[in-house]
């Protein structure tokens, strides 16, 4: 009980740091460094109350239960890491995935509605087609159809277990979530111009600032939140 | 399809149709289907290693990444110092990365997979992955809807056009490889000795 409401006092405490960044930030001049000082003070509180969060936290479930990698992943990495070599060398691309989402979309798009897809800023700077980024994606499928059918790990399953053992049976909650997730990833990737693929890999090894940037907050975002689905 | 057939004749005329050129896209499903294949074997289809990665018990994922980039980076610039590969430098827009960086890893939580797992996920027979992929389709799709305004906005906030890391210390390329992929790989030694998997 006494450790609820020092983290209610947390919170709070946190929520005015943010505001008095908020006012702070709002009386700076330069814009590029205001928007470096917001960030930085917003990454900053968010990190801060993510280690607090993690330090209390017990899991209520154990993800070291369910079956890992079949393979090491040194092993993997490397050979992703040599793949990417191979790519921008045989056909000048970086590894990438969520484009394929947009594509898919643009498609859609066209054959509802032509004009107004066409009228889109977002399909203006890159009408969607079926080009290398594309076939990679469903041929990433395929692999790894391969890979798990040729491993005997071949899921052919609903639901995830972990997710099973901590919200219960239902497909359509889980639908819900993993939609409502979705959604947000394609928004995120597409403002950030890329996923864990095209910036977390790609663009990482390429030394590009964006891309560490990204990939960190891709981290803080995400351990914040599954911190807190599968504690609170 | 009917679009691939078309180019394939005009390949060897047009330089300019090479994106859709057939050769292209079979090199394109090669790789994809090793990268799929590659992250199946390294259990990053599966939705316990990824949510146990944001949880911070499983640390798989991060084991993957760091050696992807720490090799992909080794070849990559040697590649580029002998100018046999060009680089693709996404812009850095602060104000754009950070809110979807943020965004992005919210809805990873949420979905547990990512887009590129989500599509391993579906191929391994985990059937959830295909409610992210509607969500990731409808996302892409809303954004598009936003493009217009995100472009006015969010992302002209903190805009620094391409800025590399060895540019913010003004170190040649070549050496500050080398001392990055050191201070990766110790990263990589320092969580392999403190975490169970």
Same mark, same amino acid.
């Given at each position: ?24 930030c ?33 899991a #209520? ?6 079956? @890992?990698a ?5 092993l ?18 970086p590894?990438?995935a #969520? ?6 979309? @643009? ?12 009228s889109l800023?977002?399909?203006k ?17 395929? @692999?790894g !159809?391969?890979?798990a ?6 899921a ?5 277990p972990?997710?099973e053992?901590?919200?219960?049976? #239902? ?11 979705g ?5 995120g990737?597409?403002?950030a111009?890329?996923?864990? #693929? @095209? ?7 390429q030394?590009n600032?964006?891309?560490w ?5 891709f981290?803080v975002?995400?351990?914040?939140v !599954? ?5 609170l | /399809?009917? $679009?691939t057939v078309?180019? $394939?004749k005009?390949?060897?005329? &047009?330089?300019?149709q090479?994106e ?13 289907? &090793?990268f799929?294949?590659?992250l ?8 316990n ?11 798989t ?6 050696? +992807?980039?720490?090799?992909? /980076? ?6 580029h110092?002998?100018?046999k ?9 602060i104000? +754009? ?10 809805g990873?939580a ?22 992210? /992929? ?10 598009? $809807? ?8 969010? $992302?002209?906030?903190?805009?620094f &056009? ?7 210390? &003004?170190?040649?390329r070549?050496?500050?490889?080398v ?6 790989? +110790?990263?990589l ?9």
């Amino acid at each position: 009980m006494r450790q609820r409401t020092t983290k209610r006092r947390g919170v709070r405490k946190e929520i005015e740091k943010n505001g008095n960044i908020m006012n702070s930030c709002a009386n700076t001049q330069p814009r590029g460094g205001l928007i470096l000082k917001c960030a930085a003070y917003l990454i900053g509180s968010l990190t801060l109350q993510l280690l607090w969060t993690a330090t209390d936290a017990g899991a #209520s479930v154990d993800t070291l239960d369910y079956p @890992g990698a079949a393979w090491s992943p040194y092993l993997v990495g490397a050979a992703i890491g040599v793949l990417s070599w191979l790519t921008f060398y045989f056909s000048n691309k970086p590894i990438g995935a #969520s484009t394929f989402y947009a594509q898919l979309a @643009g498609f859609l798009g066209q054959l509802i509605a032509p004009r107004h897809t066409a009228s889109l800023t977002y399909f203006k700077d890159k009408p969607p087609r079926v080009n290398w980024g594309f076939v990679f994606v469903v041929a990433t499928i395929v @692999g790894g !159809a391969i890979a798990a059918l040729s491993g005997g790990e071949f899921a052919n399953e609903w639901l995830p277990p972990v997710w099973e053992a901590r919200f219960g049976d #239902s497909v359509a909650l889980r639908a819900a979530v993993a939609f409502t997730g979705g959604v947000l990833m394609a928004f995120g990737a597409r403002l950030a111009g890329g996923c864990t #693929s @095209g910036h977390g890999i790609s663009g990482t090894l390429q030394l590009n600032l964006a891309s560490w940037i990204t990939v960190i907050c891709f981290f803080v975002g995400g351990v914040a939140v !599954a911190l807190a689905l599968f504690n609170l | /399809m009917i $679009e691939t057939v078309k180019t $394939e004749k005009s390949t060897t005329a &047009s330089h300019t149709q090479l994106e859709a050129a057939t050769p292209k896209l079979i090199a394109g499903a090669i790789f994809g289907l &090793s990268f799929g294949f590659l992250l199946q074997k390294g259990g990053v289809g599966k939705y316990n290693v990824l949510i146990g990665q944001l949880l911070l018990q499983d640390w798989t994922v991060v084991k993957i990444m760091l050696t +992807a980039i720490i090799v992909g /980076m080794i070849g990559v610039s040697t590649l580029h110092h002998f100018a046999k590969v060009n680089l693709h430098i996404k812009p850095t827009h602060i104000g +754009a990365n950070i809110i979807g960086g943020l965004l992005f890893g919210v809805g990873f939580a949420l979905t547990g997979y990512c887009p590129g797992t989500a599509a391993v996920a579906l191929g391994q027979g985990s059937w959830d992955a295909l409610f992210g /992929m509607a969500g990731l389709i409808a996302g892409s799709w809303i954004f598009a $809807e936003l493009s217009g305004w995100t472009k006015r906005t969010v $992302e002209s906030w903190g805009d620094f &056009s391409k800025v590399l890391l060895h540019d913010l210390v &003004s170190v040649r390329r070549g050496v500050f490889v080398v001392c990055f992929a050191a201070v990766l790989t +110790a990263l990589l030694v320092v969580v392999q000795q403190f975490t169970p998997r």
